[in-house]
Antibody, heavy 116, light 107 residues
Framework: QVQLVESGGALVKPGGSLRLSCAAS????????MTWIRQPPGKGLEWVSSIGSNSAYTNYADSVRGRFSISRDNAKNSVYLQMNSLRAEDTAVFYC?????????WGQGTLVTVSS | DIQMTQSPSSLSASVGDRVTITCRASQSISTSLNWYQQKPGKAPKLLIY???SLQSGVPSRFSGSESGTDFTLTISSLQPEDFATYYCQQTYITPYTFGQGTKLGIK
C-alpha cells in the first residue's frame, strides 16, 4: 500500500535551517510528481512546493521562494525540502503528498516550530 | 493569485441531513477544483477531484458540482464520520490555493 513518512521536523531558531525528508513506498516513486503542503497550528492549508518526476520541474509558493528548495532522490524513493532563513511564520505541520494536482496520498506530517 | 472563498466557515448539522458547502474562485479555473476532508490531527483526504469526480474509495454520498466559478460539495446524508473540516483547492494555476475551510459540526 502507498505510504509516505515525513521526518526532520524540529524546534529551530529564527534564521535557522532545517531539512525535511519524505520516504515513499508502495508505488513507483519515479512516476509521480511530489508536493509539500503546510498547515500552521489551528489554521488552513498552504501549498508550498512541487517537483516533477525527474526533477526537471520545480515550483514554489512566493512565501518560500528563495528560502526553500525541493529535491528528490528516485533511487532512495525520497523527496526533500531544504528550508533556510526560517521565520516564525513558517511554524507549521509539513505534509508531503503524491502528485501535484490531485493529492490522493499524504503522509502523517512533521511539525516545524520556529521560535527563539 | 487565485482566491478561493468557502462558505460557510462553519455549520452545524445532524446525522442524516443533506449538507452543501460552496467554494467560489476569484477567476475562471475551468473544472480544476478538488475537495478534501480533514479530521483533527490527521492529514487531509482527497474526496473529489476535477470538480465532480469521486476519488476511489470515497462513499457515493459525497458529490461535487460546478457552475462557472462556483463549486459545490454536497453530502447527501450525513454520517457520524463526516464531521470534519472541508477544504477546496484550485489546481488551475500555481500557487494552488486552498479555501479557508468549512468546519462541519454536530448540531
Amino acid at each position: 500500500q502507498v505510504q509516505l513518512v515525513e521526518s526532520g521536523g524540529a524546534l529551530v531558531k529564527p534564521g535557522g535551517s532545517l531539512r525535511l525528508s519524505c520516504a515513499a513506498s508502495g508505488f513507483t516513486f519515479s512516476d509521480y510528481y511530489m508536493t509539500w503542503i503546510r498547515q500552521p497550528p489551528g489554521k488552513g492549508l498552504e501549498w508550498v512546493s512541487s517537483i516533477g518526476s525527474n526533477s526537471a520541474y520545480t515550483n514554489y509558493a512566493d512565501s518560500v521562494r528563495g528560502r526553500f528548495s525541493i529535491s528528490r532522490d528516485n533511487a532512495k524513493n525520497s523527496v526533500y525540502l531544504q528550508m533556510n532563513s526560517l521565520r516564525a511564520e513558517d511554524t507549521a505541520v509539513f505534509y508531503c503528498a503524491r502528485g501535484d494536482t490531485d493529492l490522493g496520498y499524504w503522509g502523517q506530517g512533521t511539525l516545524v516550530t520556529v521560535s527563539s | 493569485d487565485i482566491q478561493m472563498t468557502q462558505s460557510p466557515s462553519s455549520l452545524s448539522a445532524s446525522v442524516g441531513d443533506r449538507v452543501t458547502i460552496t467554494c467560489r474562485a476569484s477567476q475562471s479555473i475551468s473544472t480544476s477544483l478538488n475537495w478534501y476532508q480533514q479530521k483533527p490531527g490527521k492529514a487531509p483526504k482527497l474526496l473529489i477531484y476535477a470538480a465532480s469526480s469521486l476519488q476511489s474509495g470515497v462513499p457515493s454520498r459525497f458529490s461535487g458540482s460546478e457552475s462557472g466559478t462556483d463549486f459545490t460539495l454536497t453530502i447527501s446524508s450525513l454520517q457520524p464520520e463526516d464531521f470534519a473540516t472541508y477544504y477546496c483547492q484550485q489546481t488551475y494555476i500555481t500557487p494552488y490555493t486552498f479555501g479557508q475551510g468549512t468546519k462541519l459540526g454536530i448540531k
